[in-house]
T-cell receptor, first 111, second 113 residues
Framework: DAKTTQPTSMDCAEGRAANLPCNHSTISGNEYVYWYRQIHSQGPQYIIHGLKNNETNEMASLIITEDRKSSTLILPHATLRDTAVYYCIVRVDNYGQNFVFGPGTRLSVLP | DAGVIQSPRHEVTEMGQEVTLRCKPISGHNSLFWYRQTMMRGLELLIYFNNNVPIDDSGMPEDRFSAKMPNASFSTLKIQPSEPRDSAVYFC???????????FGPGTRLTVT
């Protein structure tokens, strides 16, 4: 699986957009980009995933560059409840689908 | 659905004792995963099952750890004997194979003294 690189931590003002970057320069053509987050003392929670097209759901948007070597998770209007560790994972969507979680980005949404 | 259910939520035990963690996946999900999370090592996959069959247990740290899934609605992770370095939060997750999302339980916080 392709390795991912994320900043260790980021701050964002409440109500503003939070843009979380992820580098995955060794991604293969059949590997998907997944985002999960983990709020303190809870289990990780799925946010969104994509292959090459940009994706949007009720939680966030995922922007994948044309060469697929990097992506950005966008929380359009961050709230205090979005404070969490955000994990970017690259994985082939095959049988079993076990994820390897890196250290992630600790996002702090500030009032 | 109630989501993935784990029990107990907290467990404190003495070194050398046997510990059993339990997980009930979401009904209809056919993949189940056990993870361990510590400050030092982050979130690590221990083992996963598909249709009750262990597929990959390469993450199980040593023979003291064992996992079973006797049926589609129940799984256990056992540590015997337990050691202080096993102290961690253990998460169970489940997934339906036609979807992409793993659903995690609330975790069991294990403390071995």
């Amino acid at each position: 699986d392709a390795k991912t690189t994320q900043p260790t931590s980021m701050d964002c003002a409440e109500g503003r957009a939070a843009n979380l970057p992820c580098n995955h320069s060794t991604i293969s053509g059949n590997e998907y980009v997944y985002w999960y987050r983990q709020i303190h003392s809870q289990g990780p929670q799925y946010i969104i995933h994509g292959l090459k097209n940009n994706e949007t759901n009720e939680m966030a948007s995922l922007i994948i560059t044309e060469d697929r070597k990097s992506s950005t998770l966008i929380l359009p209007h961050a709230t205090l409840r979005d404070t969490a560790v955000y994990y970017c994972i690259v994985r082939v969507d095959n049988y079993g689908q076990n994820f390897v979680f890196g250290p992630g980005t600790r996002l702090s949404v500030l009032p | 659905d109630a989501g993935v259910i784990q029990s107990p939520r907290h467990e404190v035990t003495e070194m050398g004792q046997e510990v059993t963690l339990r997980c009930k996946p979401i009904s209809g999900h056919n993949s189940l995963f056990w993870y361990r999370q510590t400050m030092m090592r982050g979130l690590e996959l221990l083992i996963y099952f598909n249709n009750n069959v262990p597929i990959d247990d390469s993450g199980m740290p040593e023979d003291r750890f064992s996992a079973k899934m006797p049926n589609a609605s129940f799984s256990t992770l056992k540590i015997q004997p337990s050691e202080p370095r096993d102290s961690a939060v253990y998460f169970c997750a489940s997934r339906e194979d036609t979807t992409y999302e793993q659903y995690f339980g609330p975790g069991t916080r294990l403390t071995v003294t």
